[in-house]
């Protein structure tokens, strides 16, 4: 793999981590991002007592109630209202056909979201994702403007930039403007997230993978579009927005250095 300075000139070239040499598994992918947004949903359900608040009468045995026999509709449970003599008035109560009764099968707040995964299938969709990151013709899938040289690594200096425009000019002289412009374009959203603070559509860009904390991290949160993570915090989300795979993604030269020497995501056997 190719090394650039910030400069966009091409140092020397250095080889890939075990990491990326597992092949592309896009069903074991979307398994890993599904599980991963499933941890982040939150609980919800109605409230279990409603609609069963209501004193109702559900027999019709002759003599269980002596002035409800020969009255009404049979089966449905109903709430007496007045009564005069053998005379009442009554309203269904209670069960899912009737006004304000329950719901047949309301959402359960004691039912679990959070999806199961096996620690070796999840090393191996992240390597798989990892992989596809430097798979030309699947980051063209996902409509990522790529410049002619593309997949490359960066060199440590990279990580050191502490300033917003020093990061902009770097991406420009590799060759990034049109995926730049891409990724801060934004779209009004169609349907009621309007009205619920999330009005606009936004493009995901670039994701910048660094070996440690580091200026950069700082320096680049502003950019439409680019996240920064640390090579020890990737996730499948990260990688594979939506479970599709093939996200333009920029590695440092340290990064790579580093999931090689702790041997990140690797499956070990025992």
């Given at each position: 793999?190719?090394?650039?300075?910030?400069?966009?000139?091409?140092?020397?070239?250095?080889?890939?981590?075990?990491?990326?040499?597992?092949?592309?598994h896009?069903?074991?992918?979307?398994?890993?991002?599904?599980?991963?947004?499933?941890?982040?949903?939150?609980?919800?359900?109605?409230?279990?007592?409603?609609?069963?608040?209501?004193?109702?009468?559900?027999?019709?045995?002759?003599?269980?109630?002596?002035?409800?026999?020969?009255?009404?509709?049979?089966?449905?449970p109903?709430?007496?209202?007045?009564?005069?003599?053998?005379?009442?008035?009554?309203v269904?109560?209670?069960?899912?056909?009737?006004?304000?009764?329950?719901?047949?099968?309301?959402?359960?707040?004691?039912?679990?979201?959070?999806?199961?995964?096996?620690?070796?299938?999840?090393?191996?969709?992240?390597?798989?994702?990892?992989?596809?990151?430097?798979?030309?013709?699947?980051?063209?899938?996902?409509?990522?403007?790529?410049?002619?040289?593309?997949?490359?690594?960066?060199?440590?200096?990279?990580?050191?930039?502490?300033?917003?425009?020093?990061?902009?000019?770097?991406?420009?002289?590799?060759?990034?403007?049109?995926?730049?412009?891409?990724?801060?374009?934004?779209?009004?959203?169609?349907?009621?997230?309007?009205?619920?603070?999330?009005?606009?559509?936004?493009?995901?860009?670039?994701?910048?993978?660094?070996?440690?904390?580091?200026?950069?991290?700082?320096?680049?949160t502003?950019?439409?579009?680019?996240?920064?993570?640390?090579?020890?915090?990737?996730?499948?989300?990260?990688?594979?927005?939506?479970t599709?795979?093939?996200?333009?993604?920029?590695?440092?030269q340290?990064?790579?250095?580093?999931?090689?020497?702790?041997?990140?995501?690797?499956?070990?056997?025992?």
């Amino acid at each position: 793999m190719k090394v650039y300075s910030i400069e966009g000139k091409e140092l020397k070239d250095i080889e890939l981590p075990e990491q990326f040499q597992e092949p592309y598994h896009p069903n074991l992918i979307r398994r890993a991002v599904l599980a991963s947004q499933s941890s982040k949903r939150q609980p919800y359900g109605a409230f279990p007592e409603a609609g069963k608040r209501a004193s109702v009468r559900i027999s019709k045995r002759r003599r269980d109630y002596r002035t409800s026999y020969g009255h009404g509709i049979s089966r449905t449970p109903r709430k007496v209202t007045w009564h005069r003599g053998r005379q009442f008035g009554w309203v269904g109560a209670f069960s899912p056909n009737t006004t304000k009764g329950r719901r047949s099968h309301p959402p359960k707040a004691e039912k679990i979201w959070p999806q199961k995964l096996n620690k070796k299938e999840l090393d191996k969709a992240l390597c798989s994702a990892l992989a596809a990151t430097l798979t030309r013709h699947l980051v063209e899938s996902r409509n990522h403007q790529l410049p002619q040289n593309y997949p490359f690594l960066l060199e440590p200096k990279f990580e050191s930039l502490n300033k917003t425009k020093e990061v902009l000019k770097v991406l420009e002289n590799l060759g990034l403007e049109a995926e730049l412009s891409r990724a801060s374009k934004k779209n009004i959203r169609a349907g009621r997230g309007k009205n619920r603070a999330r009005p606009y559509h936004k493009k995901t860009g670039p994701l910048i993978v660094v070996s440690s904390s580091c200026p950069l991290q700082k320096a680049a949160t502003n950019i439409p579009g680019i996240d920064i993570a640390e090579v020890n915090n990737l996730h499948p989300e990260l990688l594979a927005p939506g479970t599709h795979a093939g996200r333009l993604t920029l590695y440092t030269q340290p990064a790579l250095e580093r999931m090689h020497k702790e041997k990140l995501y690797l499956r070990t056997e025992k």
